[in-house]
Every structure is written in structure tokens, then in C-alpha cells.
């Protein structure tokens, strides 16, 4: 047949070609993204794009073959070469072999979700991160297998700690308004039931807001303050809080409790009436106040 062809339908066979460009473009935007870092022992080393995502080493630019040779011939310990995954977390980082992950997961053998960490790996043609079923909105990299966590990340420099103690990252905190107060105090910090530390400012995430109704009443009856209302969460990096969402939760605001006028924590943003509070995705503690984007 030839385009001469009086049954040759040009305009259906344009159709049928610019269809298959498009689904060839799709797949395109769909397929994940090659490349790799490289772990020299004490740093981590990433590609740069406009050098062909080639790596600088030793003041000269070389791919990613070359550390996989050395790992061959030379020293199998010297690097590490670690591929993207083609994720990435709830903050927008790109998850990589070897990242540890915080995330929740559905237990099939107990048949309700559960938070938990554990290491990316690279086994037998894909990324494993021993358990199929995890919620993708949760996951968030919180260290690596390579370097040690970073106990004071998203604590303002002056963080106190109280005899010593830590911070494991990978659970969950609590903190509240410290009743004792003093300088560098406005807030504890308390894991495992024991207070780890104070500080004045501090970022969390996935957040939940907790009134003990027997405390509160044991205020309202002795006129004696009491730690029964706290919000329990992950530290997170430090960040900006604002948003450009339409939707008005999602701007930052002001949450305050008062057991003598409120059940819960309420939010008492200017613009909005103010609604009880039982999280939000994002909760900053401040000299100021405390304030929330996403509250729910």
C-alpha cells in the first residue's frame, strides 16, 4: 500500500503515531531515574548532572564504573556504590540503598499498621526494605547504615540535655511546657519516660495532640498545675513552616491549651474560628509559643 492508496487513511495513521509518542512519554516520565552515589569511608560522594553524571574524585572526574572496579580489583571495603531508588521521603529526599527508614507498615500477621525502622537494601534485581506492605506517604530517611544519626538534629543549639541522656530518633518523643521553667527551659523533652532534655525550640512531625482528662480535672480541683497535656511526635530536620496551600489548615497556627477553658488543644488562628486540635503534620515549639501547619 502507498500513500497514493485511496484506502490509506492519513489523518487516522497521524493519530495512531502522535498516541504512541505520547505513551512513550509517559513511560519515559514514569521510569526511575539511574544514578548512584558513592560511600568513600568517611563522606558520601554525588554525580553531577551536567558532567554526565560523572563524580569528582581525587581533582578529576570519573563514572561510576570506575568505583565499581576498584570495589572488583582493588579493595572490596574501600567504596561503596549505592543506586537511587527512585523514591523519595515525606521531606523530599531521595532515598538510597543503605538509607534507614522510618515509616509505618501494615502487619499482615497482626492485622494493623506499625511504625518502624530498617535499612534499604539491593537484593536479587530490586530494592527490599523487609516488608512490602509500607504506607509510601510515611517513610522518611532518618540516618544511614554508613554514618552514625545525628542526636541533635532539628534542636536548637541550645538544647539541654538532662544526666547525659540522648535522643533515639527513630521514636517517637513527648514534649510539654516544663513546669519548673529556668533559662533554656521552656520545654521538656521525655522518651521512654524519662526526661532526655529541654530546649526552647523544636520541630516535629507527625504529631498528636494529648489532654489526660484525669489530670486536667485534678488541676480544675486542686488549683495545682500537673504534666497532662503534651504533644507526642518525631523530631524532625529544622524548616520552614509555611506553606502555599489554599486550604487554611495548612498555614501555620497558633495552638495554646488552657484547662481551665479547654478540653483539648485548640487552635486560635486569627482568620479561622478556633477548633480543637488533635495533631498536625507539622508542629513548631518557640520562645514565642507553639504553633502548627496541617492540624487536624
Excluded at 67 to 72: H, P, S
Excluded at 183 to 208: E, F, H, P, R
Amino acid at each position: 500500500m502507498s500513500v497514493h492508496d485511496e484506502t490509506f487513511d492519513y489523518d487516522k495513521a497521524v493519530k495512531i503515531i502522535r498516541e504512541k509518542n505520547e505513551k512513550i512519554k509517559l513511560f519515559e516520565r514514569k521510569m526511575r531515574k539511574i544514578k548512584f552515589r558513592i560511600w568513600d569511608g568517611q563522606e558520601f560522594l554525588y554525580s553531577y548532572a551536567e558532567k554526565g553524571e560523572a563524580f569528582k574524585y581525587d581533582g578529576k572526574y570519573v563514572g561510576v564504573d570506575w568505583f565499581i572496579q576498584c570495589q572488583r580489583l582493588e579493595n572490596p571495603t574501600r567504596f561503596w556504590v549505592q543506586q537511587f531508588t527512585g523514591l523519595l521521603d515525606k521531606n523530599s529526599q531521595e532515598i538510597y540503598e543503605g538509607d534507614i527508614i522510618l515509616g509505618e507498615f501494615y502487619d499482615t500477621e497482626y492485622h494493623h499498621s506499625k511504625t518502624t525502622k530498617c535499612p534499604v537494601v539491593f537484593n536479587e534485581g530490586s530494592f527490599n526494605i523487609s516488608s512490602s506492605n509500607w504506607y509510601k506517604p510515611s517513610l522518611r530517611i532518618v540516618g544511614n547504615i554508613n554514618k552514625p544519626i545525628n542526636m541533635n538534629v532539628g534542636l536548637d543549639n541550645n538544647f539541654i540535655p538532662r544526666l547525659n541522656r540522648t535522643i533515639q530518633l527513630d521514636k517517637p518523643v513527648k514534649v510539654y511546657r516544663n513546669l519548673r521553667g529556668g533559662k533554656d527551659k521552656k520545654y521538656s523533652i521525655n522518651q521512654n519516660g524519662l526526661v532526655v532534655g529541654y530546649t526552647n525550640q523544636l520541630m516535629m512531625g507527625d504529631c498528636k495532640c494529648v489532654v489526660r482528662d484525669s489530670g486536667r480535672k485534678k488541676v480544675l480541683k486542686n488549683k495545682r498545675k500537673n504534666v497532662h497535656a503534651y504533644i507526642i511526635g518525631f523530631i524532625c530536620p529544622r524548616g520552614n513552616m509555611g506553606t502555599t496551600a489554599a486550604d487554611k489548615r495548612g498555614l501555620p497556627a497558633k495552638i495554646t491549651y488552657n484547662p481551665y477553658k479547654d478540653k483539648k488543644f485548640m487552635c486560635k488562628n486569627l482568620t479561622i474560628t478556633p477548633y480543637e486540635v488533635n495533631g498536625a503534620m507539622a508542629i513548631m515549639f518557640s520562645e514565642q509559643g507553639v504553633s502548627g501547619a496541617y492540624t487536624h
